[in-house]
């Protein structure tokens, strides 16, 4: 497969004249491309699944932020919005995923130029080319993407004439089975299996108050679920916690003591004291193989040290981080790592095996491009399976995705992105989290 000139934007024929950019998602790093875009003067239509901007973030309203405001606004949006007389929040602080979308999301997407061109309740099913399967090479550059979407009408198409996909990983988690699938056995106890960050202590109390409540998965999801659980014990004593990891400690909750994001660092020593005075069960080197049902809850099967092992409970909170999802894309021709399923020339830049959040390089549309013309992953989904994504990167990624299909390729080559240090650290959710 032959990738994009690096010197010129694909070529544009008459065929995508007047056609829009299609941006999935309307989380921070779509709102950032639209932003962009509007900057640029190139049209564009926003397509969100939910009923709002930042519908995911809504659904962990209730965790704070590891990074200040001063890290979690993209310069585009921020000039945007200054230009109506909005105000930034104080630069250092750590607001809540409600907080953030209420403080800046939701005027983002009020603006005129963006509201307009934003289409909520929406899935985007599949995207491909027009009249094309990714086999047909003849003219696909010149050749308008489809995408297949679900609305309250029914299922449509539409066109466009470049895709930037920012829909985020956090409507698919990681599966709670060692290897990688679905444990055997899910469908039966589908009802006594949380998604990732429940809001233990508010809406979801009567779920998890003086019950057994497990929580598997070894990174900031978990460990924000944990001190919030443990702050439900705190109310209701007889609520029981354990932690379940794979390995023998989970080492991405342990950053170093030069982070910058001090929150980060206090999440972990708060866990490990919790635990130290047996508030917190850990149950660690236990890989899941199959779930049964019990009475008024669920049996977790698996193995400990070579030895088959049960271990009941009534609630399992799926902590095991969150994956891309790929299906929608099967007709589009990608380059991925074959490990974290990133972009293959990001890859080796965000590789949770060597970088932390902080120590990712600057890069944008040239990382992040494809064999497929003028389509790009920008966001979470960009880094696939790393959970080392950070607002900020996302938003760098963007603006440099956008000044290429302006034509700017000076500027989509001057990529500059300032984090802050950090040690060993992961996200829990779509882009920015209890995290980023």
């Not at 949006?77 to 750590?94: N, V």
């Not at 066109?159 to 039966?188: E, K, M, Q, W």
């Amino acid at each position: 497969m032959t990738l994009v000139d690096l010197t010129t934007p694909a070529a544009r024929s008459s065929r995508l004249d007047g056609l829009p950019v299609a941006i999935i998602g309307a989380g921070p790093i779509g709102l950032a491309a639209a932003a962009n875009l509007v900057e640029r003067g190139i049209d564009f239509v926003v397509y969100e699944i939910g009923a709002d901007a930042g519908a995911s973030i809504q659904k962990w309203a209730h965790i704070r932020f590891f990074s200040p405001w001063r890290h979690l606004v993209d310069p585009a949006s921020r000039r945007l919005l200054e230009a109506t007389g909005w105000t930034a929040p104080e630069a250092t602080g750590l607001p809540t995923g409600g907080e953030f979308v209420t403080a800046y999301l939701e005027p983002l997407s009020k603006l005129d130029a963006i509201a307009s061109r934003i289409r909520y309740g929406v899935a985007v099913d599949a995207v491909s080319r027009e009249g094309m399967d990714r086999t047909r090479s003849a003219g696909r550059a010149d050749t308008p993407f489809l995408l297949r979407i679900t609305d309250a009408d029914g299922v449509q198409e539409v066109t466009a004439s470049a895709v930037i996909d920012a829909s985020g990983t956090y409507l698919t988690p990681n599966s709670l089975a060692s290897s990688g699938l679905d444990p055997l056995g899910l469908s039966a106890v589908a009802e006594h299996v949380s998604h990732a960050l429940p809001d233990a202590v508010g809406r979801e109390r009567d779920r998890f108050a003086g019950k057994r409540v497990t929580v598997v998965g070894a990174g900031h999801s978990a460990a924000n679920t944990l001190l919030n659980l443990a702050a439900l014990k705190r109310e209701v004593p007889e609520t029981q916690i354990t932690w379940l990891i794979r390995n023998a400690s989970a080492i991405r909750v342990t950053t170093s003591e030069d982070d910058e994001l001090i929150a980060r660092t206090a999440i972990g020593k708060r866990v490990d004291r919790l635990i130290a005075t047996g508030a917190i069960q850990q149950l660690d080197r236990f890989e899941i193989l199959r779930l049964a049902p019990i009475d008024g809850g669920v049996r977790l099967i698996g193995q400990r040290a070579g030895e088959l092992v049960e271990h009941d409970t009534h609630v399992v909170v799926n902590a095991t981080g969150f994956r891309p999802n790929l299906d929608m894309l099967r007709e589009i021709r990608l380059e991925l790592d074959d490990i974290v399923e990133a972009p293959a020339r990001l890859a080796p830049l965000i590789d949770p095996n060597v970088h932390s959040c902080g120590t990712v390089e600057p890069h944008g549309f040239a990382e992040l491009r494809q064999p497929e013309p003028n389509f790009f992953l920008a966001g979470m989904k960009s880094y696939g399976r790393a959970p080392t994504f950070l607002l900020a990167t996302g938003y760098e990624q963007v603006r440099s995705i956008t000044a290429y299909l302006a034509g700017d390729i000076a500027s989509a080559t001057n990529v500059q992105l300032v984090l802050p240090a950090t040690g060993v650290c992961s996200t829990g959710t779509s882009g920015s989290s209890c995290c980023s």
